[in-house]
């Protein structure tokens, strides 16, 4: 990004800034932005669901530990009731099984024969009128149940039935419930969430931190390349001819593409600067010069009103010289119109002998001889489909030139032909020097002459740039060739349009 400089006697380069405060505040879509929470919004997306995955199953982890610790309990119970003439004994000692008589965390049992209670841990005296869950269940078999607990609290419940163990094999089944406060299991199970909640924005924020410095790492070389443009720019201000940017001590497959169009840009923006302080000038130099013969002119009849030679032919020099700016100026603006993008192409049928024979007409007064210098090949007489003021304009100014700048009653083919889906027209003449391969390179340019005296006072150099214009207005193929050293051919490709195509 480029900051004008609010202080124009100011001319020190810009502080380097890091890429992220370039684009902090700006109305702009970001980069790294975009990318930290893209990256962010996936990672963290699986980061949620690994950690949802881990808290669900540490959860169930948990709840069953719980619930196999109750069914431990209950089976040491269990193991310890006997049948003894056919009467049940407890034989267990309560005060090794203190959670059954503390009444901090209390743990509750009871035993049932059939829906008389056999006993009653010591925690449930408090409680006299109140009884546990009576199991209602097959012989053998276990449940867990979540309950309240008589002292209000919320627990779970393991429920049994089952037979105790006899000397003399007696089958009298038992019920056994046990009550156990869910406090501790809840407890745990929160801070399991909050280990795994507190984990996962852990990583989420160190993911993001990483993210946000190897993405910043791999910008600078963006960085490097706004430099390497402000610098550009700095030069460019203080008048220090630059052709292209500096090459990076590292090159990177991604920013060198993005360099290389720059460095293209800067060459085809100084080559149509310079293009156009050539035209500039060439154009000043193309008005002045009869501008002064006027003034001259003038001048000299001002003062010397009497003399015949200069009253004489004074007004026809006036309006030859007017002429010849008005040519120039038609021929300018002839130029910025078929350079512009809003130049009309009306497509119609047309014959290539009718056009030639219109500019053969126009001709004619240039070149009396033109009929017996202009020598026609035609392989095809099909209509084509173009644009009869682009055609007209081209024959006009490539055979004038063909003919102005060939030897006297040489003769100038003209081939017309269809090749492929496109119709080409070479037009072939003498010539009377030769022209160099730097010369055909600039032919094309406004205002450039093969005279550099500029001799001549019909010839403005604005013809083939003309054509070249209209060529890439229409989409045609301009080409020119030297088949011998004195000879040039201009080649014009034409596409074969077809009728829907207006």
């Known amino acids: 990004m480029w900051h004008r400089n609010s202080n124009a006697g100011e001319q020190a380069m810009p502080a380097k ?13 970001s980069i790294q932005r975009n990318l930290v929470n893209s990256v962010s919004l996936v990672f963290g997306t699986i980061l949620f669901i690994v950690f949802l995955s881990v808290d669900l199953g540490l959860d169930d982890w948990v709840e069953k530990q719980f619930e196999q610790s109750m069914l431990n309990k209950a089976n ?3 193991s310890q009731v006997i049948i003894k ?25 009871q035993f049932w024969q059939h829906n008389q209670t056999l006993k009653r841990s010591a925690t449930m ?5 109140g009884d546990l869950i009576h199991p209602k269940l097959p012989l053998g078999t276990d449940k867990v149940v979540e309950v309240t607990l008589p002292n209000g609290e919320l627990g779970r419940a393991s429920l049994s039935t089952f037979v105790p163990r006899s000397e003399q094999g007696e089958l009298i089944p038992v019920s056994l419930t046990i ?3 869910a406090q501790g299991l809840n407890r745990l199970l929160w801070i399991v969430d909050g280990l795994l909640i507190g984990c996962f924005l852990f990583a989420m924020a160190l993911m993001r931190y990483i993210t946000i410095v190897l993405i910043h790492s791999g910008l600078k070389p963006l960085e490097q390349l706004n430099q390497d443009l402000k610098s550009f720019r700095y030069l460019e201000h203080n008048e220090k001819t630059v052709d292209a940017l500096p090459e990076p001590e590292t090159r990177v497959e991604e920013i060198e593409p993005i360099r290389r169009e720059l460095n293209a840009f800067i060459r085809s923006n100084r080559e149509l600067i310079q293009n156009e302080k050539r035209i500039t000038g060439d154009i000043a130099h193309e008005l002045k010069t009869p501008l002064a013969e006027m003034i001259a002119l003038s001048e000299v009849y001002i003062r010397y009103p009497d003399d015949e030679r200069i009253s004489k032919t004074y007004q026809h020099d006036i309006l030859a010289i007017a002429k010849r700016m008005k040519a120039i100026v038609e021929n300018l603006l002839l130029l910025q119109r078929t350079s512009s993008l809003a130049l009309n192409v009306d497509l119609e049928p047309l014959s290539i002998n009718d056009l030639l024979d219109q500019t053969q007409l126009d001709l004619t007064f240039k070149y009396p001889d033109i009929t017996r210098r202009l020598h026609l090949e035609c392989e095809t007489h099909e209509f084509f489909l173009a644009d009869r003021f682009s055609l007209e304009t081209i ?21 017309w032909r269809r090749v492929s889906q496109q119709y080409q027209l070479d037009i072939t003449n003498q010539l009377t020097q030769p022209i160099s391969d730097e010369q055909l390179s600039k032919i094309t340019r406004p205002l450039f002459q093969l005279d550099a005296s500029r001799t001549s006072s019909k010839r403005f150099g604005l013809g083939l740039s003309i054509i070249d214009n209209i060529c890439r207005q229409n989409q045609y193929t301009l080409q020119f060739s030297q088949p011998q050293p004195l000879q040039l051919t201009v ?9 829907d195509a207006q």
């Open 395 to 415: 024959l006009s100014n490539l055979l004038d030139n063909a003919l102005f700048y060939s030897p006297d009653a040489s003769v100038v083919d003209i081939r």
């Open 491 to 499: 080649s014009i490709g034409i596409p074969k349009q077809e009728p």
């Open 76 to 78: 040491y119970l269990k």
């Open 125 to 129: 005296a408090p409680y006299p009128d």
């Open 17 to 29: 800034l890091p890429f992220t405060l370039l684009l902090k505040g700006s109305p702009f879509a």
């Open 179 to 181: 009550y156990e406060s």
């Open 85 to 109: 003439d056919n009467q049940v004994i407890f034989d267990f000692d309560e005060q090794f099984m203190p959670e059954y008589q503390s009444d901090e965390d209390p743990h509750f049992f």
